[in-house]
């Protein structure tokens, strides 16, 4: 699987989006780019998930550059309670096999 | 309710003891994997299995032993030869069979203490 390179860390105003960026520079072209999110002490939430389109969801939205070889998740109006760790993974959907996770971006929303 | 279920939440053992922390799912999926998690630290993957009665090691794997027998069932041994046990344990599942979405899902997690 294609490792992934996030910023270890980002801070965001409540009420702002919150745009974070990951790279992918080795991703396969049958490789889907994935991002979850881990509260303290809690087990990873899967966020969204897409191929080579722009995704949206009820809660977040997911960019792909052309390329691929990069994406932004964008938290649209960051509240308090999405203060936690953020993970960007590429994998397959099928036969997944190793499914590795770097150390994410630790993104905290202050008031 | 479908999901992963892991237990204990908390496990305590002694210095030179194994261990067995349990994972199940629900969920029909396929896929299962077992991860290690350290103080301000990412996850590490320690096994995974993509199928019943077969299982691959992850990155960390040296010191921990598993088994995939059912399909709902992926347990994870920590053996004493597992050098530094102490960390936080997480499961996950995925259904690894195709179509639009292969999302892993996770279990609780299991702290383990070893004293």
């Known amino acids: 699987d294609a490792k992934t390179t996030q910023p270890p860390s980002m801070d965001c105003a409540e009420g702002r989006a919150a745009n974070l960026p990951c790279n992918h520079s080795?991703?396969?072209?049958?490789?889907?780019v994935y991002w979850y999110r881990q509260i303290h002490s809690q087990g990873p939430q899967y966020i969204i998930h897409g191929l080579k389109n722009n995704e949206t969801n009820e809660m977040a939205s997911l960019i792909i550059t052309e390329d691929r070889k990069s994406s932004t998740l964008i938290l649209p109006h960051a509240t308090l309670r999405d203060t936690a760790v953020y993970y960007c993974i590429v994998r397959r959907n099928t036969n997944a096999g190793k499914s590795t996770f770097g150390d994410g971006t630790t993104l905290t929303v202050k008031p | 309710d479908g999901g992963i279920t892991q237990s204990p939440k908390y496990l305590f053992r002694k210095e030179g003891q194994n261990v067995t922390l349990s994972c199940e799912q629900n969920l029909n999926h396929d896929a299962m994997y077992w991860y290690r998690q350290d103080p301000g630290q990412g996850l590490r993957l320690i096994y995974y299995s993509q199928i019943v009665n077969d299982f691959q090691k992850g990155d960390i794997a040296e010191g921990y032993s598993v088994s995939r027998e059912k399909k709902e069932s992926f347990p994870l041994t920590v053996t004493s030869a597992q050098k530094n046990p102490t960390a936080f344990y997480l499961c996950?599942?995925?259904?690894?069979?195709?179509?639009?979405?292969?999302?892993?899902?996770f279990g609780p997690g299991t702290r383990l203490t070893v004293l």
């Open positions: 080795t991703i396969s072209g049958n490789e889907y």
């Open positions: 996950a599942s995925s259904i690894n069979r195709g179509g639009r979405n292969n999302e892993q899902f």
